[in-house]
């Protein structure tokens, strides 16, 4: 039974760790029907975020089955609450990614992003993207140097948001409505980081019982 | 014992329907700094947040006693795990508050919002004021009545989101960055009714059974 149950333990990582690299791909695809102005790689992101969602149902339920059957106490105990939080940011990814994808579908056949600003987004892109990849790391070896990593492109998301930033207060020529993509775009990026940032602190916070940092987002 | 237990489950419920109560006036008094360039309301602001952030530990560490030392099932269970999820969205609230205030902070000592949109956006702020007082009413009282109010409000939220991006991109002429900020601000009280929102989805589920509908935003 006790084996059994952290077996079961171990799958809820498991499944977790898998959503956070469909998430990844999510933000992946979306960048790249953003910046290739492509509608069918944007459709494929509602599906993967459709996924995710099915596939946090399913944890969770699993997780009220360990908590009703099982009765965990002590660091298992932590797990499920961890899993049910995480949850919630995985599916929040997915939701952020169809954010992105959606700003390609609004512009189509138009590209939304101005070239002058298509390095500093595809940039961002990668970062969140790793971000998911080394979150998803965190969840399947529960090895905290793996979320090492995720404070250095935290770091460098920071600065690609500022940078973006002063892109777009520094006599930007492409209008209003460009302006407002580009400052939801560089907000949505950003979320999809800090909830990377918040699964895999979870995660250190279960193995080492200590919280690396705040992991709700600073204040910008 | 049982006793003991179900007072600790109203406890908690109590709790963050006190904590939903704190959001409100976190975002009554964001709006209000914002409106009126108010630099002592929006440092008041942030310490609401902070006190937000320290109530949703006392009642994660309060849930967490009682799973582990009461091992409750079914509905008790999930209100266990509700908790957890909506001490979640508490403290978002509580964040995006802030980050309007941060919005009068940075422009202050000018205004801003431009006079135009004065009106809307404090129509926004009373939205997403009240849409939180019924959310923690839907907490202390668990009656799904209370929820219905939410779904009207937040179809006027919507309404108040696509008039203000409309004013945005019909012939702006308070610049790029006045835009850029007031498209932000219309996300911050949008995302705060969409917490709101899956408060009361939550509570009502665990009392009728029924999902009211996806607690998750609307894609925009």
Redesign the interface.
Known sequence: MREGFHGQLTAIRGALGDMTDTAATAMERATVALLGADLTVAEGVSGLATQLDAARRVV?DQ??EV??LQ?P??SD??TM?MA??VG?DI??MG?LA??VA?VAVRRHPGFAVPDELFPLIRKMGDVAVRMAQSAGAVLHSTDAADAGRLSIDDDAMDGLRRAL?RT??DN?SYG??S??DM??LG?YYERFADHAVAIADGVVYLVTGEMPREP??K??
Chains 1, 2 share one sequence.
């Open positions: 969770e997780t009220y908590l009703a009765q106490v002590a105990l932590r609450v049910i939080k919630g599916h929040r939701t169809q954010h959606k930033f777009l207060l930007w209003v409505e302006a407002i400052a939801l907000r709700d987002e204040l910008s």
